[in-house]
């Protein structure tokens, strides 16, 4: 996955060389050293079941996650972000590249899903940046979003999330992210401008020969949550620089900047094709 932020200086006028938008934010590769770090490793526990308990209602689990996935294969800890819609499908992203994408089915507080890990740049364990996800693991509606993971590639893990009200139970509409939206490269230069109409259409292009096509739609106007459609293709000028063009679909929220001020906040997509990922923060 990519935060898309990259810049003119990723251009590169070798047609060998392909360009993708590119990352602000390194993802964590080592162990932190501090044993009370709050990302400090530590083993997964595994997810229990009891066959004997009563059946309950399913529970909620839509809504916007905050907390850790730990990496047992690399022995890593790293905080994660969970966007997850009320009809299963999921997002959790690093604050770096990675991305697992899927769909979860809900019974009473269980749920099991299925999609895809995609590393954004370092490779899994066995060498690939996409491989197959399994996921499983219990949710207190509103509360808790407790898991563990399995890739194809052999990396598996664990997750604990923790239910962020503050951040999801704000409503969404269409005029809201409506107007212009910049996205910044990772040493600051304006990269991308996107205006988003009132109907939540938006359009742009890149340095680097990618011509950008989308369009906002509202999941639940009482939450914080966004489906988006983005369409990448090579424009007709510079398309040998392009190399990130599909048909991405995916989830966004709003949140605020860092001085903490919903008036001035940033717009965040995560995109997915079959077997790739995408990261772009949309900012006021």
């Not at 509360?143 to 993971?149: I, N, R, V, Y």
């Not at 992210?177 to 990269?191: C, H, M, P, T």
């Not at 991308?192 to 939540?200: E, R």
């Amino acid at each position: 996955m990519l935060i898309m932020a990259g810049g003119m200086a990723a251009c590169d006028d070798n047609p060998n060389a392909p360009y993708r938008p590119v990352t602000t934010i390194n993802p964590v590769t080592t162990i932190d050293p501090n044993p009370d770090s709050r990302w400090a490793y530590r083993p997964c526990n595994s997810v229990e079941s009891n066959p004997d308990a009563p059946a309950a209602p399913n529970a909620l689990i839509d809504g916007l996650w905050q907390g850790t996935l730990t990496n047992e294969t690399l022995k890593t800890r790293e905080p994660y972000t969970g966007i997850v819609a009320g009809d299963g499908r999921f997002r959790l992203r690093s604050f770096g590249h990675t991305q697992l994408v899927g769909t979860l089915a809900v019974q009473g507080d269980r749920y099991n899903g299925a999609g895809f890990a995609h590393s954004g740049g370092l490779t899994w364990h066995d060498g690939t940046l996409s491989s197959d996800l399994v996921i499983a693991g219990t949710i207190a509606g509103r509360d808790t979003l407790d898991g563990e993971f399995t890739l194809a590639s052999g990396d598996a893990g664990c997750f604990e999330l923790d239910y962020d009200a503050n951040l999801y139970e704000r409503p969404s509409s269409l005029d809201l992210i409506a107007g212009q939206w910049l996205v910044y490269d990772g040493w600051g230069w304006l990269w991308l401008s996107f205006d988003v109409s009132a109907q939540g259409e938006f359009s742009a292009e890149d340095g680097c020969g990618c011509s950008y096509a989308g369009r906002f739609r509202l999941v639940d106007s009482g939450f914080n949550l966004y489906a988006v459609d983005l369409d990448i293709t090579q424009n007709a000028v510079f398309n040998y620089m392009c190399s990130i063009s599909g048909n991405f679909e995916g989830l966004a929220y709003l949140a605020d900047t860092a001085d903490g001020l919903y008036a001035n906040h940033y717009l965040n997509m995560v995109l997915t094709t079959s077997n790739d990922a995408l990261r772009i923060d949309m900012h006021r």
